[in-house]
RNA sequence: GGCUGGGUGGCAGAAUGGUGAUGCAGCGGCCUGCAAAGCCGUGUAUACCGGUUCGAUUCCGGUCCUAGCCUCCA
């Protein structure tokens, strides 16, 4: 058996994995909240975990990953209001962007996708169990938890109860016992969408709809619980308090793991400064294996740096990784998993050096050595390359259509057959103009959008 | 203000208590009508200052820079 190691981001460094159940590994990881199209911030979480989870299947006979979409949320009462659209219908809308982006990326689907809106009763439950137990108190129709009555309370994000307070820019509402105090239930009437409680109308707070769908559908406590780095605190932080408090268990989940995020020219990706890229942008200047090939040649805890520099290199890498695989006939469907290869991936997802390891494999391959090519072909199918034909991609509002290209080209077959090379050689130059390269082989010309 | 990370060649990005991967770009070749793609060869780096050590890029302390969290965030 494999021996994984994994960065837990509650003890601060990488330990062993041992799953609690080394039959049936157990996956949970935050999803979007389905207010706008999804933002490559978005998709870093679904690339890194989806590796995470073909690699745990290679190793493992049985993974139930699970993943949560939030669609009760003020921001999406916001821009239902802003856009005079109904929030079922925006939050379904923007759910089906979310999946056929993810697609694109080749991320497959999860074994189990959870609606908060699905999961009210499981809520309620939970936050009564909290205020039976002593742990959640009711005041001017909200239910907040009680951070002072879970003493473990700022374990997982090393951080105090009273360090934050000082200097920080949070006014503290009047209806909190504590400063730290978080809500679990809030009042709320049409438009705001609510549901009934006994503590009247509202809606749940944020965090509750993950501790509560999770014990639900994967049990407390499970093996590796997933999310941005930014969800540290407070959300995952309250998620532990929640769950530990409500059910009594001594642990939440064994590893939290936390990509890093993405900036955009040094800085934070957010909507406030205005560099958010969405999925649906990026994939119009490359193909989706690029982009994934882009977030994960960067290890997953490291802020990854996005410019248009990352994706044309992405994209040059992944044309040369599909010339490879393209080299040779694939002789045999059964996988064959490099050693060196699995070590990498067992090093808390090392997919730099598993890059790395491919890379000396690709050359080998372009070299003429086929002895590569088997062990190439299983990597890209255990990380998730080589499904996408990357020479079908075309940008969404194209210069020419194929039939101009095509009709180019052969003219240009003509003056290269009369040698004007001249002309052929302007043809090419217009092409490239437009954003087609032309290769010329023995055979033919082949052509790919830049 | 408090807390937590990070600083490796022109760029991207691994690793390591003892010759610092890999890719892109550059340069020189091969190939090509010329290119492109591919191949071969090749130069360049551990932010700064101390400490521990036979030896530090790696461990420790300080400085500087940078990012994130403390407010919605992936």
Redesign the pocket.
């Known amino acids: 058996m494999q021996d994984i190691h994994l960065y837990h981001s509650k003890t601060?460094q990488k330990e062993r994995f041992n799953p609690i159940d080394p039959e049936h590994v157990k996956m949970y990881v935050?999803?979007?909240?389905v207010y706008a199209r999804p933002?490559?911030?978005?998709a870093?979480?679904r690339i890194v975990f989806d590796v995470l989870s073909r690699f745990l299947r290679h190793v493992y006979p049985k993974l139930t990953y699970v993943g949560n979409v939030?669609d009760v949320?003020?921001?999406i009462n916001k821009a239902s209001q802003e856009q005079n659209i109904d929030i079922k219908t925006l939050t379904s809308t923007m759910l089906k962007y979310f999946h056929e982006d993810m697609s694109a990326l080749n991320c497959l689907p999860l074994d189990l996708e959870v609606k908060a809106t699905d999961h009210i009763p499981e809520m309620i439950h939970m936050i009564q169990q909290l205020i039976d137990k002593g742990h959640a108190y009711v005041a001017k129709g909200h239910v907040l938890f009680s951070v002072p009555s879970f003493p473990e309370y700022g374990r997982l994000?090393?951080?105090?109860l009273t360090?934050?307070?000082?200097?920080?820019?949070?006014e503290v509402e009047d209806y909190k016992h504590s400063?730290?105090d978080?809500v679990l239930w809030k009042p709320s009437q049409s438009p705001d969408p609510y549901w009934d409680s006994p503590w009247g109308q509202g809606r749940p707070g944020?965090h509750i709809e993950c501790t509560a769908m999770i014990k639900k559908h994967v049990g407390l406590p499970f093996d590796i619980h997933g999310?941005?780095?930014?969800?540290?605190?407070?959300?995952h932080e309250n998620e532990v308090a929640q769950g530990c408090a409500a059910t009594g268990c001594h642990d939440y989940c064994n590893f939290w793991m936390?990509?890093?995020?993405?900036?955009v020219a040094?800085?934070?990706?957010?909507?406030?400064i205005g560099n958010v890229l969405y999925v649906a942008d990026l994939l119009d200047d490359a193909p989706g294996e690029a982009i994934r090939y882009a977030v994960l040649?960067?290890?997953y805890?490291?802020?990854?740096?996005w410019?248009d520099?990352?994706l044309?290199?992405a994209k040059?890498?992944c044309?040369?990784l599909h010339?490879a695989l393209n080299a040779f006939p694939v002789q045999d469907s059964k996988l064959m998993m490099d050693e060196a290869l699995l070590d990498?991936l067992a090093?808390?997802l090392?997919t730099?050096?598993a890059?790395?390891l491919i890379?000396?494999w690709?050359?080998?391959i372009?070299?003429g050595d086929s002895q590569y090519h088997h062990r190439l072909v299983s990597a890209c199918h255990l990380l998730g390359f080589g499904d996408q034909d990357l020479r079908q991609w075309r940008p969404k509002n194209p210069k020419v259509t194929v039939d101009d290209i095509e009709a180019q080209i052969a003219l240009?077959a003509d003056a290269?057959a009369a040698?004007n090379?001249?002309k052929?050689?302007e043809i090419?130059a217009s092409l490239l103009e437009k954003g087609i390269?032309?290769?010329?082989?023995t055979t033919q010309?082949l052509w790919y959008w830049q």
């Not at 040094?266 to 406030?272: G, H, L, Q, T």
Request: charged fraction near 30%.
């Open positions: 601060k935050c999803g979007p909240t933002h490559i911030g978005n870093r979480p939030t949320d003020d921001k994000s090393h951080r105090t360090e934050q307070i000082e200097g920080a820019r949070v400063a730290q978080f944020w999310g941005g780095i930014d969800l540290l605190f407070p959300h936390h990509n890093g995020l993405i900036h040094k800085e934070k990706m957010s909507k406030s040649s960067t290890h805890r490291r802020p990854l740096d410019s520099e990352t044309s290199l040059q890498a044309r040369k010339l990498a090093d808390d090392n730099p050096k890059f790395s890379q000396g690709v050359k080998s372009l070299n240009r290269k040698k090379y001249q052929a050689d090419r390269v032309i290769e010329d082989t010309t």
